[in-house]
Protein backbone atom coordinates (compact mmCIF):
# COMPACT_ATOMS: atom_id res chain seq x y z
CA UNK A 1 0.00 0.00 0.00
CA UNK A 2 2.48 2.48 1.15
CA UNK A 3 6.11 1.82 -0.90
CA UNK A 4 5.45 -1.07 -3.16
CA UNK A 5 6.82 -1.59 -6.42
CA UNK A 6 5.12 -0.70 -10.00
CA UNK A 7 5.96 -1.98 -12.70
CA UNK A 8 9.58 -2.55 -11.45
CA UNK A 9 9.41 1.03 -9.95
CA UNK A 10 9.56 1.23 -6.10
CA UNK A 11 6.85 4.05 -4.96
CA UNK A 12 6.43 5.92 -2.09
CA UNK A 13 2.18 5.89 -2.40
CA UNK A 14 1.48 6.68 -6.08
CA UNK A 15 5.41 8.63 -5.87
CA UNK A 16 7.98 6.98 -7.64
CA UNK A 17 10.82 7.77 -5.67
CA UNK A 18 13.18 8.22 -8.72
CA UNK A 19 11.25 11.77 -8.79
CA UNK A 20 11.92 12.63 -5.68
CA UNK A 21 15.26 11.42 -5.57
CA UNK A 22 16.01 13.96 -8.15
CA UNK A 23 14.19 16.96 -7.26
CA UNK A 24 15.67 16.70 -3.26
CA UNK A 25 19.02 14.28 -3.96
CA UNK A 26 19.85 11.74 -1.50
CA UNK A 27 20.04 11.02 1.26
CA UNK A 28 16.94 11.55 1.97
CA UNK A 29 14.19 10.05 4.18
CA UNK A 30 10.55 9.41 2.87
CA UNK A 31 7.56 9.14 4.89
CA UNK A 32 4.34 7.61 3.75
CA UNK A 33 1.40 9.82 5.63
CA UNK A 34 -1.35 7.36 4.63
CA UNK A 35 0.54 4.75 6.42
CA UNK A 36 0.93 6.85 9.55
CA UNK A 37 -2.81 7.78 9.44
CA UNK A 38 -3.37 3.46 8.74
CA UNK A 39 -1.17 2.26 11.59
CA UNK A 40 -2.68 5.22 14.39
CA UNK A 41 -6.29 3.84 13.04
CA UNK A 42 -5.43 0.62 13.43
CA UNK A 43 -4.51 0.85 16.77
CA UNK A 44 -6.98 2.91 18.14
CA UNK A 45 -9.57 0.60 16.85
CA UNK A 46 -7.88 -2.51 18.37
CA UNK A 47 -8.36 -0.51 21.79
CA UNK A 48 -12.34 0.27 21.45
CA UNK A 49 -12.79 -2.08 24.20
CA UNK A 50 -11.40 0.74 26.65
CA UNK A 51 -11.32 4.08 27.62
CA UNK A 52 -8.25 5.00 25.92
CA UNK A 53 -5.71 7.45 24.82
CA UNK A 54 -3.04 6.86 22.36
CA UNK A 55 0.66 8.97 23.41
CA UNK A 56 2.80 9.19 20.29
CA UNK A 57 6.33 8.99 21.62
CA UNK A 58 7.59 11.92 20.25
CA UNK A 59 11.47 10.69 20.13
CA UNK A 60 10.74 8.06 17.70
CA UNK A 61 10.27 10.79 15.01
CA UNK A 62 10.11 13.85 16.01
CA UNK A 63 9.52 15.88 12.35
CA UNK A 64 6.76 19.01 13.15
CA UNK A 65 5.55 17.24 10.42
CA UNK A 66 4.92 13.95 11.60
CA UNK A 67 3.49 15.40 15.19
CA UNK A 68 1.19 17.65 13.18
CA UNK A 69 -0.20 14.69 11.52
CA UNK A 70 -1.27 12.62 14.61
CA UNK A 71 -2.20 15.79 16.58
CA UNK A 72 -4.82 16.36 13.76
CA UNK A 73 -6.02 13.06 14.63
CA UNK A 74 -6.28 13.77 18.12
CA UNK A 75 -3.05 11.26 19.44
CA UNK A 76 -1.91 12.76 22.84
CA UNK A 77 2.12 12.74 22.81
CA UNK A 78 4.53 11.08 25.28
CA UNK A 79 7.98 12.87 25.89
CA UNK A 80 11.19 12.98 27.69
CA UNK A 81 12.17 16.33 27.37
CA UNK A 82 11.66 20.28 27.16
CA UNK A 83 12.46 20.39 23.36
CA UNK A 84 10.11 17.74 22.48
CA UNK A 85 7.00 19.18 24.18
CA UNK A 86 8.28 22.50 22.62
CA UNK A 87 8.00 20.45 19.13
CA UNK A 88 4.83 18.93 20.29
CA UNK A 89 2.83 22.68 21.06
CA UNK A 90 4.55 24.27 17.57
CA UNK A 91 2.51 21.02 15.63
CA UNK A 92 -0.29 21.99 17.73
CA UNK A 93 -0.76 18.80 19.70
CA UNK A 94 -2.46 19.80 23.40
CA UNK A 95 -0.22 19.71 26.08
CA UNK A 96 -3.14 18.24 28.28
CA UNK A 97 -3.07 15.12 26.25
CA UNK A 98 1.20 15.09 27.09
CA UNK A 99 2.48 12.32 29.58
CA UNK A 100 6.54 13.27 30.50
CA UNK A 101 8.24 10.48 31.24
CA UNK A 102 12.19 9.85 31.69
CA UNK A 103 14.37 9.29 34.33
CA UNK A 104 16.52 12.72 34.32
CA UNK A 105 13.89 16.43 34.31
CA UNK A 106 15.64 19.21 34.74
CA UNK A 107 13.93 22.09 36.85
CA UNK A 108 13.87 24.14 33.75
CA UNK A 109 11.75 21.15 32.04
CA UNK A 110 10.03 20.44 34.71
CA UNK A 111 8.90 24.15 35.34
CA UNK A 112 8.33 24.51 31.45
CA UNK A 113 6.60 21.47 31.70
CA UNK A 114 4.16 22.75 34.54
CA UNK A 115 3.54 26.33 32.74
CA UNK A 116 1.97 24.09 29.53
CA UNK A 117 0.21 22.14 32.40
CA UNK A 118 1.03 19.02 30.81
CA UNK A 119 -1.38 15.86 31.19
CA UNK A 120 0.62 14.03 33.47
CA UNK A 121 4.17 13.84 34.94
CA UNK A 122 5.38 10.18 34.94
CA UNK A 123 7.93 10.32 38.18
CA UNK A 124 10.65 7.15 38.22
CA UNK A 125 12.41 8.69 41.87
CA UNK A 126 11.59 9.68 44.92
CA UNK A 127 14.11 12.55 44.23
CA UNK A 128 12.20 13.58 41.11
CA UNK A 129 8.95 13.72 43.20
CA UNK A 130 10.24 15.71 45.83
CA UNK A 131 11.83 18.08 43.15
CA UNK A 132 8.42 18.09 41.13
CA UNK A 133 6.36 19.26 44.28
CA UNK A 134 9.10 21.80 45.05
CA UNK A 135 8.78 23.17 41.61
CA UNK A 136 4.75 23.34 41.92
CA UNK A 137 4.91 24.78 44.87
CA UNK A 138 6.53 27.69 43.39
CA UNK A 139 5.12 27.97 40.68
CA UNK A 140 1.72 27.81 42.72
CA UNK A 141 0.53 24.75 40.10
CA UNK A 142 -0.95 21.55 40.64
CA UNK A 143 1.34 18.80 39.26
CA UNK A 144 -0.87 15.35 37.45
CA UNK A 145 1.98 12.40 38.45
CA UNK A 146 1.61 8.76 37.71
CA UNK A 147 4.63 6.28 39.53
CA UNK A 148 6.55 4.21 36.93
CA UNK A 149 6.84 1.42 38.08
CA UNK A 150 9.58 -1.03 36.91
CA UNK A 151 7.10 -4.17 36.75
CA UNK A 152 10.31 -6.47 36.74
CA UNK A 153 9.14 -8.11 33.23
CA UNK A 154 11.22 -9.72 30.75
CA UNK A 155 10.48 -8.33 27.39
CA UNK A 156 13.00 -10.53 25.94
CA UNK A 157 14.46 -8.10 23.41
CA UNK A 158 17.80 -6.21 22.74
CA UNK A 159 19.47 -5.64 26.09
CA UNK A 160 19.81 -1.80 25.21
CA UNK A 161 16.22 -0.93 24.33
CA UNK A 162 15.04 -3.43 27.04
CA UNK A 163 13.84 -1.49 30.03
CA UNK A 164 11.35 -3.70 33.06
CA UNK A 165 13.94 -5.31 34.58
CA UNK A 166 15.12 -4.90 38.37
CA UNK A 167 18.66 -4.37 36.79
CA UNK A 168 17.69 -1.46 34.71
CA UNK A 169 17.23 2.55 35.30
CA UNK A 170 14.24 2.73 34.64
CA UNK A 171 11.03 3.00 37.03
CA UNK A 172 10.84 1.98 40.73
CA UNK A 173 10.35 -1.15 42.59
CA UNK A 174 6.37 -1.69 43.56
CA UNK A 175 7.02 -1.35 46.86
CA UNK A 176 8.79 2.03 46.70
CA UNK A 177 5.74 2.81 44.31
CA UNK A 178 3.47 2.53 47.58
CA UNK A 179 5.35 5.21 49.42
CA UNK A 180 5.59 7.18 46.29
CA UNK A 181 1.68 7.60 46.51
CA UNK A 182 1.48 8.37 50.34
CA UNK A 183 3.91 11.23 49.45
CA UNK A 184 1.86 12.52 46.85
CA UNK A 185 -0.92 12.15 48.72
CA UNK A 186 0.18 14.11 51.65
CA UNK A 187 0.82 17.18 48.65
CA UNK A 188 -1.34 19.41 48.21
CA UNK A 189 0.67 20.50 44.90
CA UNK A 190 0.83 16.68 43.38
CA UNK A 191 -2.14 14.67 42.36
CA UNK A 192 -2.05 10.89 42.21
CA UNK A 193 -3.77 10.38 38.33
CA UNK A 194 -2.25 7.41 36.87
CA UNK A 195 0.07 4.53 37.15
CA UNK A 196 2.85 4.08 34.37
CA UNK A 197 5.40 1.36 32.94
CA UNK A 198 7.65 0.83 30.12
CA UNK A 199 8.85 -2.30 29.66
CA UNK A 200 11.49 -2.00 26.42
CA UNK A 201 10.88 -1.55 22.79
CA UNK A 202 10.37 -3.78 19.40
CA UNK A 203 8.40 -6.36 21.59
CA UNK A 204 6.78 -9.13 19.31
CA UNK A 205 4.59 -11.12 21.63
CA UNK A 206 1.40 -9.61 23.56
CA UNK A 207 2.30 -11.72 26.57
CA UNK A 208 5.00 -8.94 28.37
CA UNK A 209 2.71 -6.26 27.95
CA UNK A 210 -0.23 -9.02 30.02
CA UNK A 211 2.13 -9.29 32.48
CA UNK A 212 3.01 -6.39 33.28
CA UNK A 213 -0.35 -4.78 33.27
CA UNK A 214 -1.28 -7.62 35.56
CA UNK A 215 1.12 -6.37 37.85
CA UNK A 216 0.33 -2.97 37.89
CA UNK A 217 -3.32 -3.44 38.87
CA UNK A 218 -1.97 -5.54 41.92
CA UNK A 219 -0.94 -2.39 42.56
CA UNK A 220 -3.93 -0.52 41.60
CA UNK A 221 -5.61 -2.65 44.18
CA UNK A 222 -3.22 -2.14 46.43
CA UNK A 223 -3.80 1.88 46.46
CA UNK A 224 -7.74 1.64 45.95
CA UNK A 225 -7.30 0.02 49.74
CA UNK A 226 -5.25 2.82 50.71
CA UNK A 227 -7.97 5.89 49.33
CA UNK A 228 -6.14 6.31 46.38
CA UNK A 229 -8.64 5.90 42.88
CA UNK A 230 -6.21 6.13 40.11
CA UNK A 231 -7.98 7.63 36.71
CA UNK A 232 -5.42 5.92 33.94
CA UNK A 233 -2.95 3.04 33.64
CA UNK A 234 -0.24 4.16 31.02
CA UNK A 235 1.44 0.42 30.06
CA UNK A 236 4.22 2.31 27.96
CA UNK A 237 5.45 2.19 24.14
CA UNK A 238 6.94 -0.84 22.46
CA UNK A 239 5.31 -2.54 19.77
CA UNK A 240 7.34 -4.12 17.62
CA UNK A 241 6.99 -4.08 14.28
CA UNK A 242 8.61 -6.55 11.33
CA UNK A 243 11.95 -5.66 10.36
CA UNK A 244 13.09 -8.89 8.67
CA UNK A 245 11.04 -11.50 8.80
CA UNK A 246 10.22 -11.53 12.78
CA UNK A 247 6.37 -11.22 13.36
CA UNK A 248 5.10 -7.58 13.83
CA UNK A 249 2.91 -7.43 16.85
CA UNK A 250 -0.50 -7.78 16.36
CA UNK A 251 -2.34 -5.08 16.79
CA UNK A 252 -6.02 -6.90 17.54
CA UNK A 253 -4.63 -9.49 19.87
CA UNK A 254 -2.77 -7.03 21.72
CA UNK A 255 -5.60 -4.69 22.15
CA UNK A 256 -8.12 -7.21 23.18
CA UNK A 257 -5.44 -8.67 25.85
CA UNK A 258 -5.17 -5.38 27.11
CA UNK A 259 -9.06 -4.26 27.47
CA UNK A 260 -10.12 -7.63 28.39
CA UNK A 261 -8.11 -6.42 31.74
CA UNK A 262 -9.13 -3.93 31.92
CA UNK A 263 -12.87 -4.32 31.94
CA UNK A 264 -15.55 -3.57 34.81
CA UNK A 265 -12.41 -0.97 35.64
CA UNK A 266 -13.03 2.91 35.31
CA UNK A 267 -9.34 3.50 33.85
CA UNK A 268 -8.17 5.30 30.79
CA UNK A 269 -5.55 2.89 29.24
CA UNK A 270 -2.71 5.32 28.00
CA UNK A 271 -0.42 3.74 25.66
CA UNK A 272 2.99 5.08 24.12
CA UNK A 273 3.54 4.16 21.02
CA UNK A 274 6.77 5.01 18.64
CA UNK A 275 8.12 2.36 16.45
CA UNK A 276 4.67 0.88 15.88
CA UNK A 277 3.22 4.46 14.01
CA UNK A 278 6.22 5.69 12.43
CA UNK A 279 8.30 2.75 12.17
CA UNK A 280 7.66 1.19 8.61
CA UNK A 281 6.01 4.30 7.77
CA UNK A 282 9.05 5.36 6.33
CA UNK A 283 12.75 4.62 4.15
CA UNK A 284 16.28 6.10 3.58
CA UNK A 285 16.78 6.61 0.15
CA UNK A 286 20.18 6.27 -0.85
CA UNK A 287 22.34 6.33 -4.17
CA UNK A 288 25.28 4.05 -4.63
CA UNK A 289 28.31 6.11 -5.38
CA UNK A 290 30.94 2.62 -5.77
CA UNK A 291 30.82 -0.96 -5.92
CA UNK A 292 34.55 -2.42 -4.28
CA UNK A 293 34.58 -6.37 -5.11
CA UNK A 294 36.88 -8.04 -3.79
CA UNK A 295 37.27 -11.16 -6.37
CA UNK A 296 39.30 -13.14 -3.70
CA UNK A 297 36.95 -12.58 -0.77
CA UNK A 298 33.65 -13.62 -2.44
CA UNK A 299 31.74 -12.09 0.54
CA UNK A 300 32.86 -9.22 0.97
CA UNK A 301 32.18 -7.31 -1.65
CA UNK A 302 31.51 -3.55 -0.73
CA UNK A 303 28.67 -1.50 -2.05
CA UNK A 304 29.78 2.59 -0.85
CA UNK A 305 26.70 4.60 -0.89
CA UNK A 306 25.90 8.09 0.49
CA UNK A 307 24.38 7.55 3.43
CA UNK A 308 25.85 6.69 6.49
CA UNK A 309 25.88 5.48 10.12
CA UNK A 310 25.23 8.77 10.93
CA UNK A 311 22.24 9.59 8.68
CA UNK A 312 21.12 5.74 10.17
CA UNK A 313 22.90 4.33 13.26
CA UNK A 314 20.99 1.55 13.96
CA UNK A 315 22.66 -1.33 12.42
CA UNK A 316 25.71 0.16 13.51
CA UNK A 317 24.48 0.61 17.18
CA UNK A 318 22.58 -2.66 17.45
CA UNK A 319 23.32 -5.07 14.59
CA UNK A 320 19.59 -4.22 13.77
CA UNK A 321 18.46 -5.50 9.89
CA UNK A 322 16.81 -3.30 7.74
CA UNK A 323 15.60 -4.56 4.86
CA UNK A 324 17.75 -3.07 1.36
CA UNK A 325 16.06 -2.98 -1.99
CA UNK A 326 16.47 -1.42 -5.73
CA UNK A 327 13.69 1.58 -6.51
CA UNK A 328 14.47 0.20 -10.10
CA UNK A 329 15.29 -2.83 -11.79
CA UNK A 330 19.18 -3.75 -12.60
CA UNK A 331 20.17 -3.43 -16.08
CA UNK A 332 19.92 -6.38 -17.90
CA UNK A 333 22.62 -9.05 -17.83
CA UNK A 334 23.82 -7.78 -14.22
CA UNK A 335 24.96 -10.17 -11.96
CA UNK A 336 23.30 -10.30 -8.23
CA UNK A 337 26.02 -10.95 -5.80
CA UNK A 338 26.45 -10.34 -2.13
CA UNK A 339 27.28 -6.79 -0.61
CA UNK A 340 28.10 -5.38 2.34
CA UNK A 341 26.36 -1.52 2.01
CA UNK A 342 28.28 0.86 3.25
CA UNK A 343 29.04 4.82 4.11
CA UNK A 344 31.54 6.85 3.84
CA UNK A 345 32.25 7.61 7.27
CA UNK A 346 35.90 6.47 8.82
CA UNK A 347 34.61 3.43 11.11
CA UNK A 348 34.54 -0.06 9.86
CA UNK A 349 31.30 -0.07 11.91
CA UNK A 350 29.86 2.59 9.23
CA UNK A 351 27.59 -0.20 7.94
CA UNK A 352 23.83 0.05 6.66
CA UNK A 353 23.60 -3.59 5.42
CA UNK A 354 25.68 -6.49 6.06
CA UNK A 355 25.65 -9.21 2.83
CA UNK A 356 22.86 -8.89 0.68
CA UNK A 357 22.11 -10.30 -2.61
CA UNK A 358 21.81 -7.71 -5.53
CA UNK A 359 22.48 -7.09 -8.76
CA UNK A 360 24.58 -3.58 -8.36
CA UNK A 361 25.88 -1.02 -10.65
CA UNK A 362 27.27 2.29 -9.46
CA UNK A 363 24.72 5.30 -9.52
CA UNK A 364 22.10 3.14 -8.33
CA UNK A 365 18.93 4.10 -5.86
CA UNK A 366 18.70 2.12 -3.35
CA UNK A 367 15.95 2.26 -0.10
CA UNK A 368 16.87 1.23 3.21
CA UNK A 369 13.32 0.53 4.32
CA UNK A 370 11.72 0.44 8.33
CA UNK A 371 13.56 3.35 8.40
CA UNK A 372 11.17 5.72 9.79
CA UNK A 373 11.36 4.95 13.57
CA UNK A 374 14.78 6.02 15.16
CA UNK A 375 16.40 7.17 12.17
CA UNK A 376 16.79 11.11 11.34
CA UNK A 377 16.08 11.47 15.65
CA UNK A 378 19.31 9.38 16.12
CA UNK A 379 21.21 11.02 13.53
CA UNK A 380 24.44 13.13 13.50
CA UNK A 381 26.88 15.53 12.25
CA UNK A 382 29.75 12.92 12.45
CA UNK A 383 32.41 13.11 9.71
CA UNK A 384 31.24 17.00 9.70
CA UNK A 385 28.40 15.30 6.67
CA UNK A 386 25.29 17.20 6.84
CA UNK A 387 21.88 15.42 8.10
CA UNK A 388 19.62 14.39 5.18
CA UNK A 389 16.56 15.68 4.07
CA UNK A 390 12.85 14.51 5.03
CA UNK A 391 10.18 14.27 2.85
CA UNK A 392 6.28 13.25 3.66
CA UNK A 393 4.41 11.77 0.78
CA UNK A 394 0.68 12.50 0.51
CA UNK A 395 -0.98 10.25 -2.47
CA UNK A 396 0.60 11.37 -5.51
CA UNK A 397 2.53 14.30 -4.39
CA UNK A 398 5.40 14.78 -1.92
CA UNK A 399 6.58 17.61 0.35
CA UNK A 400 9.92 18.63 1.74
CA UNK A 401 9.08 18.48 5.64
CA UNK A 402 12.90 19.14 6.63
CA UNK A 403 15.73 20.77 3.89
CA UNK A 404 19.24 18.94 3.78
CA UNK A 405 21.25 20.43 6.27
CA UNK A 406 24.13 22.85 4.85
CA UNK A 407 27.52 23.40 6.12
CA UNK A 408 26.74 26.93 7.08
CA UNK A 409 24.00 25.55 9.13
CA UNK A 410 26.71 22.90 10.84
CA UNK A 411 28.99 25.73 11.93
CA UNK A 412 26.17 28.13 12.56
CA UNK A 413 26.92 27.56 16.69
CA UNK A 414 30.91 27.62 16.80
CA UNK A 415 31.22 31.66 16.40
CA UNK A 416 33.57 32.08 19.36
CA UNK A 417 31.59 33.90 21.90
CA UNK A 418 33.66 36.54 24.43
CA UNK A 419 36.56 35.11 26.49
CA UNK A 420 35.37 35.24 30.11
CA UNK A 421 38.57 35.14 32.43
CA UNK A 422 38.75 32.55 35.23
CA UNK A 423 39.13 34.12 38.44
CA UNK A 424 39.98 32.97 42.14
N1 LIG B 1 7.68 5.27 26.21
C1 LIG B 1 8.87 5.32 26.82
C2 LIG B 1 8.95 5.72 28.23
C3 LIG B 1 10.04 4.97 26.11
O1 LIG B 1 11.22 4.99 26.72
C4 LIG B 1 9.93 4.57 24.75
C5 LIG B 1 11.13 4.21 23.97
C6 LIG B 1 8.65 4.57 24.16
C7 LIG B 1 7.54 4.91 24.92
C8 LIG B 1 8.43 4.20 22.72
O2 LIG B 1 8.82 2.91 22.45
P1 LIG B 1 8.45 2.24 21.03
O3 LIG B 1 6.96 2.11 20.96
O4 LIG B 1 8.98 3.11 19.98
O5 LIG B 1 9.14 0.93 21.09
N2 LIG B 1 16.63 3.60 19.62
C9 LIG B 1 16.07 2.28 19.81
C10 LIG B 1 14.74 2.34 20.53
C11 LIG B 1 14.81 3.04 21.86
C12 LIG B 1 13.48 3.11 22.57
C13 LIG B 1 13.54 3.98 23.78
N3 LIG B 1 12.30 4.18 24.46
C14 LIG B 1 15.95 1.61 18.44
O6 LIG B 1 16.34 2.20 17.45
O7 LIG B 1 15.52 0.45 18.38
Redesign the pocket.
Known amino acids: MSFESREGLLHAEAVPLTAIAERVGTPVYVYSASMMRARYAELDAALTGSRHQLCY ?1 V ?2 NSNLSVLRLFAGLGAGF ?1 IVSAGELQRVVSAGGDPARVVF ?1 GVGKSSEEIDFALKHAVGCFNIESGGELVRLAERARLLGKKANVAVRVNPDVDAKTHPY ?1 S ?1 GLKENKFGVPAEQALELYAAIRADMHLNALGIAC ?1 IG ?2 ISSVQPFAEALDNLLVLVDTLETQGVSLGHLDI ?4 GISYQNEPCLDAAVYGSTLTQRLANRDLTLVI ?5 LVGEAGLLLTTVEYLKPRPTHEHKNFAVVDAAMNDLI ?1 PAL ?1 R ?1 WHPVTRVTPPAPGLEPRPWDIVGPVCESGDFLAEDRRLALAAGDLLAISAAG ?2 GMV ?1 SSNYNSRSRPAEVMVHGDSFQVVRRRETLRDQMALEQPDERCAARP
Open positions: AKADSITHSQGGGLEPGRYRYAAYL
